[in-house]
């Protein structure tokens, strides 16, 4: 199984990144999806989660209206749309699959944002 994340970098605040998690070796519309953030010596949080099929998402408090979390079961593929970023919004960002059917999940390796001004 491998869950690589892409997309990160460097952005000025009020800037955009969209990121990327490539999945492979799963069968990717059986799995949830979501997106976390962690900063140095903070525990890992949840910023944005996506049903298997797509059809329902939810994005936390402190980035909605900001963050969409999508999907495209055809390439296994799943986009954070990361608008109007913010200096808090630098972390580090990880893509997580777990299986509808099971408590099976992975991890990527994942993307660092850092937002400067």
């Known amino acids: 199984v491998s869950v690589v994340e892409s997309g990160g970098g460097l952005v000025e605040p009020g800037g955009s990144l969209t990121l990327t998690c490539k999945c492979s070796g799963v069968p990717f519309d059986e799995y949830h999806a979501s997106w976390h953030c962690q900063t140095p010596g903070k525990e890992r949080e949840l910023v944005a989660f996506?049903?298997?099929?797509?059809?329902?998402?939810r994005i936390v408090d402190a980035v909605k209206g900001r963050f969409t979390i999508s999907r495209d079961n055809d390439r296994d593929l799943v986009s954070l749309e990361m608008n109007s970023l913010k200096p808090e919004d630098t972390a580090v960002y990880y893509c997580?699959?777990?299986?509808?059917?099971?408590?099976?999940?992975?991890w990527g390796q994942g993307t660092q944002v850092t937002v400067y001004s």
């Open positions: 996506i049903t298997g099929n797509g059809n329902n998402a």
């Open positions: 997580k699959i777990q299986g509808m059917s099971s408590n099976t999940e992975f």
